[in-house]
Structure formats: C-alpha cells, structure tokens
DNA sequence: GGTGCCTACTTACCAATGGATAGTAACTCT
DNA sequence: AGAGTTACTATCCATTGGTAAGTAGGCACC
C-alpha cells in the first residue's frame, strides 16, 4: 500500500471536483452560457425585435445544422431563456422570442460582441506575432 | 435542370456564409471566447492576483485535462490574452498570466459569472417547469 | 547506483459530440 | 397526383475532447 502517488491524489482531487461541479449550477450555466450557438441564437433574437421563426434563425445564423438549432433552442427554452409559441395554421409556424431573462442576457453577449469587435485587431497582431516567432524557431 | 429547390438555396447560402464566417474574425474570437476552458483559465488567472503554474491552474480547475489545459493555454497565448514564462529551474516552472488584453477580457467574463450567479435561481425554476410540464404529457 | 518522484507536458486510443444529409407529417398549390 | 411548404427527426460519419500512460532531465532517497 502507500501507493498515494500524484496519480492517485490528482484523481481523488477529480472525483471530489465532480460532485462539486454536478452541485454547482452556476457551473452548468456558464457552460451553457459558454456555448458558441447560444450566442449567436440569442444575439440573433437581439437584435431582431419581436419573434423569430425557426427557418429564419436557420438562415440567419446559417452555419448551423437544423439538429443543433432544434438542441439549443430546446436547452433554451427549457432554462426560460427563450419563448416557443406554436401556431397551429396550415404549415405549422413556431416563433421563438427571448423572454425578459434572455433579454437581460442579452446584453452580457452583445457586450462580449463589442469587446471581440473592438480588440480583434490586437488579437491578430498578437497572433501574427506568435506566429513568426513560432517559424522562425 | 430548375432543381433549385429549397435544399439547393439552403446550400449557396450556406457557401456564402461559410466565407463570410472565415473571413470574418470577429466571430473567430466569439468563438474563442465562447469555450468552457477559456472562461474557467481566465477567471482563475484574474481571481489569482499574480502568475499561476501550470498545475496550480490544473488543480484550480480540476475538471480539465492536461491536454485542453495545455491546448487551450496555447490559444490563449497565440492571441495575446496570457503570458508563459518559462523558468529554467531546477524541475522547471512555467508561469502563466493575463496580459492587459486579458485582464481587460477578465472583465467581461466577470460580468457573465456573476450574471450566472444572479440568476441561476430563476433558470432552474424555468427547468423545474419545463421538465413537470414535459413529464405531465 | 538504481529506483522513483518532480514538473510540464505529449501521445495514443476511444467515447461522445456535432455536422451533413435525407426523411417525415400534414397540408396546399398546380 | 406530385412537388413544395414548415418544423423538425433520424442516420451516419468526421472531429473533438477525455483518459491514461509515456517522456525528459535532474534530484533525493535507500
């Protein structure tokens, strides 16, 4: 026995983190908050006012699959960030809307948004020159 | 020939789009952002005034893997958002930082936290909703 | 003097996640 | 009757991320 070696300690620490990261909703949050769709679903339903159909937020954001638009708008609507309104008319219509919680949050993204405009340029740079001296090793 | 059918539009604009994206970078950085890891990296190093090691953000963070830890830190170099000095010691000792540009981030994703903090309550109310009213069908 | 530990990773493998594409239901239009 | 509409599922496959083990190079302990 006594075989606590770092592997064994570094695992405990693992396991105790779990169950405090499976308690921890605001973990669970920031990870849903931290996703790159629920970003732009909700700065998408921003920045139009009034509700949104699925197939308008397919062509808006586009680069999403219909699979992972119906997923996060399901996990959105579920955590009260977004409104699903169903309209039984002759092709089903469904609008999604942000609620006044997904407005508040709304703002934190458009937020990160201006922050990304504003210092993208110093990001290339500082990436153009990690880069070179990357090369030139 | 006329095959241009739903399926086909969907597929220019998704070509369109896929260039917009790429050239885009600003949404290469919302993307960057938008990361589990870099969130967590980044409020460890701002909530630590001064350098953090290598394992000490390992333990701090304790769900992440060597290999995203390493990989994401790298990114996160190359964008100029933290800083790695290497101190050729005796076991070597790598210090990471936030640059001012990180710092500056820190900010934001502060803001995001404690958006989490402040209404986790009423997300997991909409969830206890949710799931009764999606049980009780 | 060799076994083992330290740090800061890298590598190999494997499961899970996400994307592309096609299909479905219910109905209308031609 | 066949194609098109909307809002999705379903299936398959590529990529991503997690786990675990290995690496380098020096020191400490036995």
Redesign the interface.
Known sequence: MATTTAAERRQQ??V???AF?KSC??NQ???R????W??LIVSALADADGPMRYSGLG?RI??VSPKMLTQTLRSL?????VSRTVTPSVPVRVDYELTP?GA??SC?LT???D???H??E??????E???ASSEAS
């Open positions: 620490a693992r105790e983190y779990d990261l909703p605001t949050l920031l990870d908050i931290s996703d790159k629920v970003s062509r586009a680069g609507e579920r955590d009260g960030i919680l508040n949050l934190l937020a990160v948004k922050w990304a405009e210092h993208i110093e990001v290339v740079e500082a990436r020159r990690y880069d």
